[in-house]
T-cell receptor
Framework: GAGVSQSPSNKVTEKGKDVELRCDPISGHTALYWYRQSLGQGLEFLIYFQGNSAPDKSGLPSDRFSAERTGGSVSTLTIQRTQQEDSAVYLC?????????????FGPGTRLTVL | SQQGEEDPQALSIQEGENATMNCSYKTSINNLQWYRQNSGRGLVHLILIRSNEREKHSGRLRVTLDTSKKSSSLLITASRAADTASYFCATAPSGNTGKLIFGQGTTLQVKP
């Protein structure tokens, strides 16, 4: 079946603008995760959603970052008033549930460049 | 902050040789997972080892876990040029319901 998809694949924006990044998880997966990867670094957890539960936002770096997951499927990560340090690859993952042994399946990522 | 520390940061070997990558972590975990990443984009899940397991195999991959030392290793045997990628360990901390904490990764180059 189809994997996790993300759009756009690349986004170039100017400092101060808002951006929206989209993630379509694998159908039937109830858990959805957002991570950020700066150049040459590992992944940094941002936020995750599990079903109808309140999301775990503990990884969001500032209040300029927010995410929604509508209808338990598609998710949008919004970055307001972008800064150059926001430049990174933003990766989305989904899993069947958020139990501790569930494999997370990653999308190809969105490369964000803030000029 | 990242929990995992991986070494080496970079590894270059000849095709056919074995590659070993190590990962250390700081807190108790439910499981530890290894992922591969090609060209800085999407990650591919390789193998998961639970905290009560000590060793696991999958094809040419062998993973060990030592919870007393809070460390894991990934061994790739008979490496191929196609194994060239970055490899990350990720831990699922105890008490956590799904969030993964990733290490900085090891960049492996396999020369043909």
């Amino acid at each position: 079946g189809a994997g996790v998809s993300q759009s756009p694949s690349n986004k170039v924006t100017e400092k101060g603008k808002d951006v929206e990044l989209r993630c379509d998880p694998i159908s039937g997966h109830t858990a959805l995760y957002w991570y950020r990867q700066s150049l040459g670094q590992g992944l940094e957890f941002l936020i995750y959603f599990q079903g109808n539960s309140a999301p775990d936002k503990s990884g969001l770096p500032s209040d300029r970052f927010s995410a929604e997951r509508t209808g338990g499927s598609v998710s949008t990560l919004t970055i307001q008033r972008t800064q150059q340090e926001d430049s990174a690859v933003y990766l989305c993952a989904s899993s069947l549930a958020s139990t501790r042994t569930d494999t997370q399946y990653f999308g190809p990522g969105t490369r964000l460049t803030v000029l | 902050s990242q929990q995992g520390e991986e070494d080496p940061q970079a590894l270059s070997i000849q095709e056919g040789e074995n590659a070993t990558m190590n990962c250390s972590y700081k807190t108790s975990i439910n499981n530890l997972q290894w992922y591969r990443q090609n060209s800085g984009r999407g990650l591919v899940h390789l193998i998961l080892i639970r905290s009560n397991e000590r060793e696991k195999h999958s094809g040419r991959l062998r993973v060990t876990l030592d919870t007393s030392k809070k460390s894991s290793s990934l061994l790739i045997t008979a490496s191929r040029a196609a194994d060239t990628a970055s490899y990350f360990c990720a831990t699922a901390p105890s008490g956590n319901t799904g969030k993964l904490i990733f290490g900085q990764g090891t960049t492996l180059q396999v020369k043909p």
